[in-house]
């Protein structure tokens, strides 16, 4: 036994568009919410905590926390317990325009529980590389206590039966077997658009019905081949309640009134039964799952065989305190409620998993490892193609069914006025006892018929009475063990319309017979009803006839697609075969040209190495090159100067040879001068300037 995992979350309190109020109240009061983490109160802002109002669960969010953070903190666990087998439901309660949808679907930027789970679970079933997975959805709504069928337009006012191989189901629902996340968004949006909204006070597009998203995962262990093994299957249900609401506030009236009505009774009987079941075990009693179609639905999230995650959500404003209490009061009775959670293993073929053929098995897995998608697509559709044949073939058989219980009626009917019309004609009716056997049907007094009886909580003042004396009675324990703790209430179990109609006409004609009709008139009148009840029973028997008809179609159909599907099989296998001729030869090529890189690699290894060797030998020479570059720098400078020197000696040595010219050692110095001055040039070209120099010195200061 574990307990349900109850959160409460409070949106921003900024986002009400539209403020009912009459004086526009909705912002800052008297009294406030305080949230902490797992606890929430309700403050008077001069006078403190207000009495009662104090409340505690597993996580309460206040209006920054986000879909991820909720996601995370609620469901994420319970989405790897539903891919190993258990069931698991999450749904989101509250007032309208508090944020259910937003908690369900969420918005581009922050996803809600929805797609996050949808993609978990694909991400959760890829790591499991041991088991076989099938998963297949449906999306359906209530919507004015109908079950509409969200992905099809035709799917509309479906019944809810209950098998004990199945247990609760809606009859007929479609359902799309699916391998990514992807096909689940597209299936989502397809059922968004059927969905039923409307416009309040108090939310725009307002949710009118209550949607149940489902996920069926069946699996099995890869390396079982033996079809004795076990099969696990379990069911995802992630639901978005309408929001109740006051009609004062959110102004309904006409289509709106009517659904609003419908929403309230059913959220009603939502919180009876919780409310029941947060009762002590021993004095609960009945619970009502029965009085709604949604609590039918949830029966097993609800004290039954699942984990459960309710998301509570509220207004923070000053004006929905009534409200939020209300929903918080939801929360803390739901937090009592402990489910029965076990792993569903199945070795009967109620598994469609085991249903469908091992070859198509053996086939999605070769063509896995060929990645051929393409086929891949064509087993899929082949698979929901199945699928849905064995839905309508479901279908039909109950319709048959049906049409065989009324046959039986009629004909049992009919045995009976005849009888009555043999005793009419031979006159054998004479005290009161005979004539009472004509004024009232016979259906009560079937004398060893098989009797359901309600347990004992059925003593309580709201039941009618039970009859204490009844033989070949099977309790309701024996269903409750039979059921896996799903209670059976089986003297409500629903009939199929077109029986009660027939029933209630065989009452009408049998209760309306007049005590004092004479025997001739009598005689006539059943004669008629004879006739007319072998008219309805020629009818049914042909409705019989064409629903056979209709089966045997179907059965055709299904062995053409299992034609179809071996077809494809061979189609496959020679595509296969084909494809691995192509990937032989590629690998060959790879190989060859894996070769070739190999050397040419070790090509560009060596080259690069030598490469690397060259380039520090350039380095080397480069560095020489800039040393000699410098010293030739450097010489050039000498050289520069010593000739600026000796340009300046030359025409110092000329001024003096000119002086000397004009001296008193004219010739002397002339001659002297002429030998100086060739000896100079001389010099000069010769670069022997500084001994030059020297001469000069000496010879002028002389
Ligand atoms: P409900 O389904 O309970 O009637 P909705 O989910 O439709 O309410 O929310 C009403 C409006 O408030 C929507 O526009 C929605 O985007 C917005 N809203 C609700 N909760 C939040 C939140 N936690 N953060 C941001 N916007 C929110
Ligand atoms: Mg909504």
Redesign the pocket.
Known sequence: MEKISVAV?F??SN?VAADPSPDGAGGVGDREWRIDDTRVSLLHRVAGPVPGASFAFDHVFD?A?TNERIYGALVRELIGAVVGGFNGTAFAY??????????MNG?NADPGIIPRAVRDVFDTVRQADDREFLIRVSYMEIYNEEINDLLTIEGQKLRIHESLERGVYVAGLREEIVNSAEQVFELLQLGEANRHFGETNM?V???RSHTIFRMVIESSGKDQTDCGDAIRVSVLNLV?LA?SERIMKTGAEGVRLNEGKYINKSLMILGNVIKKLSENGKQRGHIPYRDSKLTRILQPALGGNAKTSIIC?AAPEEIHIEETRGTLQFASRAKCISNCAQVNEILTDAALLKRQKLEIEELRKKLQGSHSEGLEQVVLKLRNDMHKSELERDRLAMELEDERKLRMTLEQHLTEQQKKLEAISSDHFTDSIQLDALKTPDSKSVPDGFVACRSRYSQDVEFSPIPEDLDNIAHEDLWTHLNKGCVTDLDMLEMTPGLKREASFIQDTTSAVPLDEPTDTRCQRLEKECISDRQKLEESKARCSTLEKECDVLRDENLSLQQELSESKREADSLLAEKQAQLDDLRAKCAALEKDLYTTRQEAHRLATEKQELAGELGTERQKLDELKQDIRVISRGFLQREGQLTSLYTKSKAILENCKTSQIMIMSLCVGSLLCEKVQWNIGRLRLPLVFCELQILYDL
């Open positions: 979350r949106r921003p986002l209006g926390a509250g007032q309208t325009s508090s944020g259910k949808t937003f908690t918005s939310n597009r307002s949710s978005d929001g959500t």
